[in-house]
């Protein structure tokens, strides 16, 4: 036959690459079971071969930074970890493959309290402690298989990245940005350190040790976040911000509507006062006088001294501090600014608290403008550094002070005759004191010189900084992470930022989200960065469950293989000893609730690939995944299906002779038509689906959908069709971002297969792995789809060819829907609202009308419907 003829003439060309690719193959032709011990060898084989690839930061035209959250170094990954590097890996794969220069860096959020508990526990320091854990984790991540670009790699706990956290506190603290002040905080007397209020739970508890949280009176170090409140605000309106969705609230919620304006005061005490109002001009009252609740912090202090006052800069005078819960304070502010020539009910506020000491003469206020009062009190507050911001009443700025060792130390040197003195930027980085020095009560141990004037008597600053300041600008310091020489290179971020995906839990989607957006928002007004917003697009993944089982009663947790299984369908069972029922529910993975899962052992039991595959399947990256291996054999199953189709593949491609078919005939071609549609479209789904939506989970059934069409194939057409060829060729393509080490072994049987069909170079290089493959694309000719929604619902699909897809504007899809009768019948009593249109390159494209039903008179409905017979009204 004429194709038999052209494959033997091949034979001599692909026998070059079956030499070459067998030799990259650990496995045989002849192993047809896909078993636990081959995977591991596959693995073994493959993993020195897939994290070639590197960044180029000198061709950063079509970079793609993806970036997943850093973790802190416990010793041990955990499946939350499994699942979000996986789902990084899996997405900056896909992106290489689409001929993207992908940056993925990789490192530790390593200072924190857990380190210095856990090295207190053991008798070793925490840098030793936090070194080991590292290592451990870095070679967890390595058997993933994650394409992490260890060259950039950071540790926050490392000098070389300290000293430039300590150059951006300086930078703050040299902008009027960072201000010591007393405060009121929660204290951890176990932990012995401060709190966030976030890490204290319902009962007054510290999240880490269970404690009873005290409140303590301590000088802190903060940094006046406040005054970007209303920018960061209206950031969450950038057009360049995708997928947020509900993480847009959530920020919303946390900063607060800018209704008013933040002032610091000093009181008669030396402490500063927030001082929160929303008609700033009441300043100006010079019988204002300071509410504050009587829980204030300031009572402390206040037992201390008959009269406390604040300075009001604003009229010259002095305001008296009254501590009273009568007046109607702002939502969650324990300050109020009564001014009685303003307002009535604070003239009745005046005479109930029997304020007798206040000026006579009132002045005429209302013939005053009370825009040019206002401006005038926020141009002298701005003038004087007073603050003035746009701020809600609830939000507080960022107190970064933490009464612990193991943490970045705060470049600051306490003088008596100069007070707080910056340290030179020659003198970064302040190192951490010995463990033996920072607990020691000899006050020379921690003495030194101060940098202004030469106080050898000076100390310094022992408070280190909250990790979130260390992880609020990390993702810089990523690209350009061996930087001896300032924080990174201008340019560099200029041309990276901002980073094109960022992945991480929902549980860091409100602190470290604000935190790391207002560094950002910093750093843009010091001309560093060229965006406000530090992350384009977000994938918020959602936590990995695992079933729990507690003692009803009691509360108290126990291990499955103590329980027996009543009803598995109504979540009944009971203790297998005591017959106690016990309540069944699903619960974030933890070693405390003994519902957690070893990624070790999975690797262990089912190998590396399969683990990834089983994390992404079955629900969306952004949904909790509840770990069930009933949920496994899909996976399994897939896995052996695609390993057999190969090696049948191999197997009736050297034996074409036991195969006959007429290439010609009317039943072939109809099989090669079926292939190319199942072809382009499953190209189509996976790759919006790895483009696009981020539904991975999407993706895999995409596969599995070509798989099966492809376990449907004749063997004559496994044989001797040319589209069969590029289907399964493209079936491994898609699958290598996501199972790499398991896809480059079956790719190699593959090219090893000889007489090969195919040999244009347009399609695929035979001469290289898999993960240098280019991403199939969908063949010209094939038609895509336009869909036509009306109100969020579909109306039709309207069939565009590949090759004109791209082109289709607005305006066009318009003209194809109203041209469309199922559209055009729809709208007959419809008025359009508004539409809008989305082009997803080289995939399809979206049309969504929006309409409002038009309410019709009876006597004249006719006339109402548009110029047009059956026409809709635009």
């Known amino acids: 036959m004429q194709i038999l003829s052209h494959l033997k003439s091949l034979k001599r060309f692909t026998d070059l690459y079956k030499r070459r690719w067998v030799s990259r193959s650990c496995t045989d032709v002849k192993d047809v079971e896909l078993t636990k011990e081959l995977k591991h060898c596959i693995e073994k084989h493959w993993c020195k071969h897939l994290n070639q690839q590197q960044f180029n930061d000198t061709a950063l035209g079509n970079k793609f930074y993806v970036l997943s959250m850093f973790p802190y170094p416990s010793g041990n990954l955990h499946m939350g970890h499994v699942r979000v590097y996986t789902i990084s890996d899996a997405i900056a794969r896909f992106q290489r493959m689409c001929g993207k220069n992908v940056f993925h860096p990789m490192g530790w959020d390593a200072f924190g309290l857990p380190a210095e508990n856990a090295a207190i526990q ?15 984790m870095k070679q967890q991540v390595t058997d993933l298989g994650c394409s992490f670009d260890w060259s950039h790699e950071l540790n926050t706990c490392s000098l070389e990245y300290y000293k430039w956290t300590q150059k951006l506190f300086l930078m703050l603290y040299n902008e009027g940005m960072a201000y010591q002040n007393e405060a009121l905080v929660n204290w951890d007397p176990v932990d012995k350190t401060v709190l966030a209020d976030e890490q204290v739970d319902d009962n007054g508890c510290s999240w880490r040790s269970g404690a009873k949280v005290e409140k303590r009176l301590l000088k802190q170090w903060f940094i006046k976040s406040t005054a970007y409140a209303k920018q960061l605000l209206e950031g969450l309106d950038d057009c360049t911000l995708k997928d947020w969705r509900d993480i847009i609230n959530l920020q919303r919620h946390w900063i607060g509507e800018c209704n008013g304006y933040s002032f610091q005061l000093l009181t008669s005490g030396s402490n500063y006062l927030r001082v929160w109002t929303a008609q700033p001009e009441h300043f100006k009252d010079p019988n204002a006088f300071v509410v504050l609740k009587t829980e204030h912090y300031l009572g402390k202090v206040a037992q201390d001294e008959v009269h406390m006052t604040v300075e009001n800069p604003f009229t010259g005078t002095i305001m008296p501090l009254i501590f009273s819960n009568e007046p109607a304070f702002p ?102 004191l010995e463990k033996s020095a920072f607990k020691s009560a000899d006050k020379d141990i921690l003495e030194c010189s101060c940098p202004k004037c030469g106080n050898t008597g000076a ?35 200029h041309q990276c930022m901002p980073v094109d995906l960022y992945i991480g839990g929902k549980e860091h989607a409100v602190l470290h989200l604000y935190y790391a957006r207002f560094i950002n928002h910093f750093l843009h007004s010091q001309g560093l960065v060229p965006t406000q917003e530090p992350f384009s697009r977000l994938l918020v993944q959602g ?23 009543v009803n598995a369908k109504r979540n009944q069972a009971i203790m297998k000893e005591t017959k106690e029922p016990v309540v069944i529910s699903w619960e974030k993975m ?4 003994m519902n957690g ?16 595959l089983i994390i992404l399947a079955d629900v969306a990256p952004t949904s909790h995944r509840n770990w069930s291996n009933a949920t496994f054999p899909g996976i399994l199953n897939w896995q052996k299906r695609l390993w057999r189709m190969v090696n049948e593949f191999c197997d009736l491609r050297s034996s074409p002779e036991s195969c006959k078919v007429d290439i010609n005939s009317i039943e072939f ?27 991975l989970s999407v993706a895999i059934s995409k596969m599995q959908g070509l798989t099966n069409s492809l376990k449907r194939a004749s063997k004559s057409t496994q044989v001797f069709s040319k589209e069969y060829e590029r289907s399964l060729a493209a079936q491994l393509i898609m699958l290598a971002p996501m199972a790499p080490h398991f896809t480059s072994e079956l790719w190699s049987k593959f090219v090893s297969a000889p007489n090969r069909l195919n040999t244009s170079p347009t399609d695929f290089n035979w001469e290289t792995d898999v993960l240098a493959q280019r991403w199939p694309e969908i063949d010209q000719q094939y038609k895509v789809d336009l869909t036509v929604k009306v109100n969020g619902f579909e109306n039709c699909i309207i069939k565009i060819a590949r090759s004109h897809i791209d082109n289709v504007t607005h305006n066009d899809a318009l003209d194809l829907a109203f041209n469309t009768d199922s559209v055009t019948s729809y709208l007959i009593d419809k ?38 017979e059956g026409g809709a009204i635009v």
Not at 461 to 482: C, G, I, K, Q, V
Not at 546 to 565: A, F, L, M, T, W
Request: proline residues 4%; charged residues 30%; hydrophobic residues 30%.
């Open 331 to 432: 939502e969650k502010c324990d300050v109020y600014l009564a001014a009685p020539n303003f307002r009535e009910e604070d003239k009745e506020l005046q005479r109930s608290l029997s304020l007798s000491f206040f000026a006579d003469n009132e002045l005429n206020f209302e013939s005053l403008k009370v825009v040019d009062l206002r401006n005038d009190v926020l141009e002298t507050a701005g003038r004087l550094k007073l603050g003035g911001y746009s701020v809600s009443s609830k939000l507080q700025d960022w107190l970064i002070s933490r009464q612990r060792y193991w943490g970045t130390p705060i470049p600051i040197i306490h003088c008596d005759k100069c007070g707080a003195v910056p340290v030179p930027d020659s003198q970064l980085p302040v190192r951490l």
């Open 590 to 593: 933890s070693k405390s609730k």
């Open 543 to 565: 936590m990995v469950m695992g079933r729990s089982y507690r003692v009803k009663g009691s509360g108290r947790y126990v291990q499955e293989h103590d329980v027996e299984i």
């Open 122 to 136: 053991r008798g070793i320091e925490p840098k030793v402690w936090t070194e080991r854990n590292i290592a451990q």
């Open 831 to 868: 008025k359009i609202r508004t539409t809008n249109f989305a082009l997803y390159p080289g995939i399809e494209a979206v049309l969504n009308i929006y309409v409002d039903k038009v309410k019709q008179e009876k006597s004249n409905s006719r006339a109402t419907t548009g110029s047009k």
């Open 459 to 493: 100390r310094p600053e022992t408070d280190t900084m909250d990790t979130f300041f260390d992880s609020s600008w990390y993702y810089l310091r990523y690209l350009d992470a061996n930087n001896k020489h300032e924080m990174f290179d201008k340019r560099l971020a």
């Open 669 to 695: 071609k109809a099989e090669e038509d079926k292939l190319f549609d199942a072809r382009n479209f499953y190209i189509k789904g996976v790759t919006f689906n790895y483009r696009h939506a981020y539904q």
């Open 597 to 612: 899962v070893d990624p070790t052992d999975m690797f262990r039991e089912y190998g590396t690939d399969t683990t990834r």
